[in-house]
């Protein structure tokens, strides 16, 4: 049969099959969800060196032992991040108690997988899923279909021990048509998917915006990291470089490009070549451009190798232990291809006196192909920072620490996430590391704090300047409005002034303010008055009736 047709029918019955898991599952308690994503966190952080060799060895790309660290912070990192976060039921309450936030599942998540990062982002998409309650299936990139499905079948199956529903979670590929554009397509479109979970390049990312659901999409990366001349220069190049060599540049917040103060440029280069960074001669980077876009189109050979094999495949040749490639230029721009993302220990080195300058240098790579994703900023001027963070359009700032780990939440305190929003600036509904709050509806339980009506179901405006009844849940009045004392009642006036502050008390209370009620003494002549009967209300008790009231009101202001 038709490879297509079968990858249909493939992504046809898993989402079904998820939506029927989400249906159960939706009403699984906290304790039992995070008991879930504890068994699918300790089952994909046993395999994360097994399943690490295994996405390198079927895509080619980056580091086993890279691999392995990313599959253990999409596992253990994540779930620690993750402790004490409610997902289930009532999940707040205002301080008044006046609101609950009660959280729901959003239901089915269609997820794509970049070949980049296989497992790992399997990991934890998964885990971000179950987390909300949501239903998963995956759709890995057609160069890592083995190992994505190899790590989706380890939580699963950890899953459905641990008690959850069997179909929660999924991935195509696994039937006799593997995985095909229109599987994938099937799987987004499918009326019973809910939500779009998109991380892979740009195509694939607009193809899920273009579906008519709810999606969160994740931006390109040319990521410029610049170094300030109050910069530490000498860990500045130890981040950058650490960064750029990590899976050999696989992630989308890798730093591609340095900026570099003028005062301080050669001081840089030099550290960068004392930790393994190779500065190419202009030869050498003319030869990388050759072969970064060869005939006008991007060379995807070169994603996630080493520098030694990068500078095999132009011409020339470097130590195997070079950690980055790195080229001084002068432009950005399609003219200028070592200025372009290529997810690769490759860097592009400029030079620019002043954050001023660096500051519009930085903003002109992050618009040729970065725009929104992350910026790594090496200083210690709070000035410079801060007017960084107040100009850059970019998402995530990060400051002294590697941009490819920072930006994910390793070296940060920012969410682990493996999947970024760049905000509207980069085309994304969210400018968020995107959490399992991402996948819950958040519903708001409101209860009165400001009646039109009384507990007899008079209007107030009408009413004798009582408040309505008890408010919600015993709850206080709100903060914005005073609350006046009134004197304790009395049946008659005392002559002490108590009775003036009644009239007072009853005149804030129908301006739209609550009076305090206090309890009437028990041998008040108010407690023994004909008049005071079980119908009327003892906040009504007053020493005179409203018509009275109004009348020394009225004649007090003339």
């Known amino acids: 049969m038709d490879a297509d047709l079968l990858s249909i029918q493939d992504a046809r019955d898993a989402v079904h099959a998820a939506h029927v898991a989400t249906k159960q599952f939706k009403t699984a308690d906290q304790a039992t969800v995070d008991r879930i994503v504890a068994a699918m966190v300790e089952a994909g952080a046993a395999e994360a060196k097994r399943l690490g060799q295994m996405a390198h060895d079927e895509t080619g790309f980056g580091k086993p032992e890279s691999k392995e660290q990313k599959n253990l912070f999409a596992t253990r990192t994540l779930a620690a991040r993750m402790e004490g976060m409610k997902t289930a039921g009532v999940i707040a309450k205002s301080d008044d108690g006046s609101v609950w936030t009660v959280a729901s599942p959003m239901g089915v998540v269609a997820a794509l997988v970049p070949s980049t990062n296989p497992t790992a982002t399997a990991f934890y998409k998964a885990i971000i899923s179950v987390k909300a309650r949501c239903g998963i299936v995956m759709s890995?990139?057609?160069?890592?279909?083995?190992?994505?499905?190899?790590?989706?079948?380890?939580?699963?199956?950890?899953?459905?021990?641990?008690?959850?529903?069997?179909?929660?979670?999924?991935?195509?590929?696994?039937?006799?048509?593997?995985?095909?554009?229109?599987?994938?397509?099937a799987l987004l479109e499918h009326p019973e998917t809910d939500v779009i979970l998109a991380t892979g390049g740009g195509p694939m990312v607009r193809a899920a915006y273009s579906k008519g659901k709810p999606a969160y999409g994740v931006g390109s990366g040319n990521v410029p990291a610049y170094v300030d001349r109050s910069a530490n220069v000498e860990k500045a190049a130890a981040d950058i470089l650490t960064g750029t060599s990590f899976d050999w540049g696989t992630l989308c917040s890798t730093e591609r490009s340095v900026v570099a103060d003028a005062p301080i440029r050669q001081r840089l280069l030099d550290a960068l070549r004392q930790r393994g960074g190779h500065v190419c001669s202009a030869d050498e980077a003319a030869k990388l451009r050759a072969i970064i876009k060869p005939g006008g189109r991007f060379n995807a050979g070169i994603v996630g190798k080493s520098p030694r094999r990068i500078a095999e495949m132009a011409g020339f040749s470097v130590s195997?232990?070079?950690?980055?490639?790195?080229?001084?230029?002068?432009?950005?721009?399609?003219?200028?291809?070592?200025?372009?993302?290529?997810?690769?220990?490759?860097?592009?080195?400029?030079?620019?006196?002043?954050?001023?300058?660096?500051?519009?240098?930085?903003?002109?790579?992050?618009?040729?192909?970065?725009?929104?994703h992350t910026l790594a900023l090496h200083a210690t001027s709070d000035r410079v920072i801060e007017q960084f963070a107040l100009r850059k359009p970019s998402m995530r700032i990060v400051v002294n620490t590697v941009a490819a780990l920072g930006s994910v939440g390793m070296t940060t305190a920012l969410f682990p996430a493996m999947t970024l929003g760049p905000g509207t600036v980069g085309g994304s509904i969210t400018s968020d590391n995107v959490t399992p709050m991402h996948l819950v509806n958040l519903k708001r339980v409101a209860f009165e704090t400001a009646p039109l009506n009384d507990d007899a179901g008079q209007a107030l405006a009408a009413a004798s300047g009582r408040r309505?009844?008890?408010?919600?849940?015993?709850?206080?009045?709100?903060?914005?409005?005073?609350?006046?004392?009134?004197?304790?009642?009395?049946?008659?006036?005392?002559?002490?002034?108590?009775?003036?502050d009644e009239i007072e008390a009853r005149l804030v209370a129908r301006a739209g303010n609550p009076t305090v009620d206090r309890p009437t003494p028990a041998s008040s002549p108010a407690a023994t008055s004909p008049t005071a009967t079980a119908a009327a209300p003892a906040s009504s008790v007053l020493p005179l009736p409203d018509p009275q009231i109004e009348a020394l009101v009225r004649r007090f202001k003339k």
């Open 140 to 185: 890995p990139h057609p160069s890592a279909v083995r190992c994505t499905i190899e790590a989706t079948r380890v939580v699963a199956e950890a899953a459905v021990a641990a008690g959850a529903p069997e179909g929660l979670i999924a991935c195509l590929g696994g039937g006799e048509g593997g995985v095909t554009l229109a599987g994938t397509n």
């Open 320 to 372: 195997e232990s070079a950690r980055a490639l790195i080229a001084e230029v002068d432009a950005v721009g399609p003219d200028e291809p070592l200025s372009m993302e290529t997810l690769s220990p490759i860097l592009s080195f400029y030079a620019a006196d002043g954050w001023e300058n660096g500051c519009a240098r930085c903003i002109e790579i992050l618009e040729f192909g970065g725009i929104g």
């Open 468 to 500: 309505g009844g008890d408010r919600a849940r015993g709850s206080a009045a709100p903060a914005s409005v005073p609350t006046p004392t009134a004197s304790p009642r009395r049946g008659q006036p005392s002559g002490d002034g108590s009775w003036m």
